[in-house]
């Protein structure tokens, strides 16, 4: 008994940075889907939310589908997930094209929603929490073109997610993956970022001596880079 209830934690464990990203076949409301796989090469937002006809989600799914295209543009793909049935997101999507949000103008939902009312995707992802036993918290995992995971948040259920945060998480990613740089604490498209400490005093004393105008040395460790 004991080593099947380590098995179970096993298969249900959260993906952790720098894990492959659990595999799944499953309905959509824009057919079935084989993730990652059908979404190599690509980034992917795959993100839950609790339940369908809640008012934060829908705030949520009006917002990300208004900037789909902005992610697009940056190779990346939205995949949304609830538990709850193909024909509830449909309907939701539906009652979603109603609504003139803000005055912002009625959208119409341009990313897939995955059904998931076995749980059995939302397990493998820990989107279950303790506090939401039978809900999905707002859970957002940032998947790489190869299938790692390389970003996790998660939101409590009263707390809408902020796009803003979540397209310039993935510019860091893929401005890192580019330069092998960093990215500074509140560093948008454009700005600074920063080079790794030296491994050596040696490194260290030769960084700062060969300085120019696009090094800027704050001490040893840390070296800022004006963006190229």
Not at 28 to 36: D, E, W
Not at 154 to 175: A, F, H, V, W
Request: net charge negative.
């Amino acid at each position: 008994m004991e080593d099947k209830n380590i098995e179970l934690e096993e298969l249900d464990r959260m993906p952790m940075i720098g894990d492959v990203a659990p595999s799944f076949r499953s309905m959509t409301t824009k057919g079935k889907i084989n993730f990652p796989e059908d979404y190599k090469g690509k980034w992917v937002v795959f993100f839950s939310h609790p339940a369908d006809f809640t008012p934060v989600c829908t705030t949520e799914f009006i917002a990300l589908s208004k900037r789909c295209e902005e992610f697009k543009e940056i190779n990346t793909e939205l995949l949304g997930l609830s538990i709850d049935s193909v024909h509830s997101h449909l309907a939701w999507a539906k009652s979603i094209e109603n609504i003139d949000w803000k005055g912002e103008g009625k959208e119409v939902l341009k990313f897939p929603i995955v059904a998931d009312i076995s749980m059995k995707v939302a397990k493998k992802y820990g989107m279950l929490q303790t506090v939401a036993k039978t809900q999905t918290v707002r859970a957002v995992f940032i998947i790489d073109p190869e299938s790692i995971v390389r970003a996790i948040l998660y939101y409590p259920m009263s707390t809408g997610r902020n796009i803003d945060e979540i397209k310039r998480i993935i510019l860091s990613l893929q401005k890192h993956d580019a330069e092998d740089v960093a990215t500074p604490a509140n560093w948008n498209p454009g700005d600074d970022v920063v080079m790794g400490a030296p491994l050596t005093l040696e490194e260290a004393e030769a960084r700062v001596k060969n300085a120019d105008d696009s090094i800027i040395p704050y001490d040893w460790y840390l070296t800022a880079k004006k963006d190229s």
